[in-house]
């Protein structure tokens, strides 16, 4: 690495807007599984302890996927709408998995939604640190928003790991 000339600053990077394009779409389409499960799991699960830390969840994160599509029309990014809809359709679709019952939820339904919400949680961390890196070389994303966005995405993903060891409590253990 060279020594930039006294009184000279070092050129920046430039974002490829063409793969940023298509890395935020299909974070864009992520977002629409986890909103669409969430809000599924919020109306679901109505018992304590689980019904309120559901709705709140659903709800930040239903507020995360507009945050999404806000950054993205700042950045000139269109939404590539067949993506979302694909999410969308696939999301429903999961919701009829076999799950060893013909009529209605398994217990063990709850522990494995749980893990899928907390892994979607992660990649959209994941995705607002890849954003907060680009910050510097691009002007028009917000630092400040983008590391609470990152911590409020560690909170949810503490929400969704205590949630989870609960459920295994309730569903895989007996006595």
Same mark, same amino acid.
């Given at each position: 690495m060279t020594t930039p000339m006294p009184g000279t600053r070092p050129q920046l990077r430039k974002v490829r807007m063409?793969?940023?394009?298509?890395?935020?779409?299909?974070?864009l389409a992520g977002s629409?599984?986890?909103?669409?499960?969430?809000?599924?799991?919020a109306r679901s699960h109505r018992d304590p302890p689980y019904a309120e830390p559901l709705r709140h969840l659903a709800a930040e994160i239903a507020e995360d996927r507009e945050t999404l599509r806000r950054i993205m029309r700042s950045l000139g990014v269109p939404q590539r709408r067949y993506k979302v809809a694909a999410s969308g359709a696939a999301e429903? &679709?999961?919701? $009829?998995?076999?799950?060893?019952?013909?009529?209605?939820?398994?217990?063990? *339904? /709850?522990?494995?939604? &749980?893990?899928? $919400?907390r892994l979607g949680v992660k990649g959209k961390e994941?995705?607002?640190? *890849? /954003?907060?890196?680009?910050?510097?070389?691009?002007?028009?994303?917000?630092?400040?928003e983008l590391d609470g966005l990152m911590a409020r995405a560690e909170r949810q993903t503490s929400t969704l790991e205590e949630?989870?060891?609960?459920?295994?409590?309730?569903?895989?253990?007996?006595?």
């Open positions: 063409d793969l940023l394009g298509i890395y935020l779409n299909d974070h629409t599984v986890g909103a669409g499960r969430s809000e599924f799991m429903r &679709l999961g919701r $009829l998995k076999s799950n060893g019952r013909l009529y209605r939820r398994s217990p063990l *339904t /709850l522990v494995v939604e &749980l893990e899928f $919400l994941l995705g607002w640190r *890849t /954003l907060r890196a680009l910050a510097e070389a691009d002007g028009r994303l917000d630092e400040q949630l989870r060891v609960t459920a295994i409590r309730d569903v895989l253990l007996t006595g």
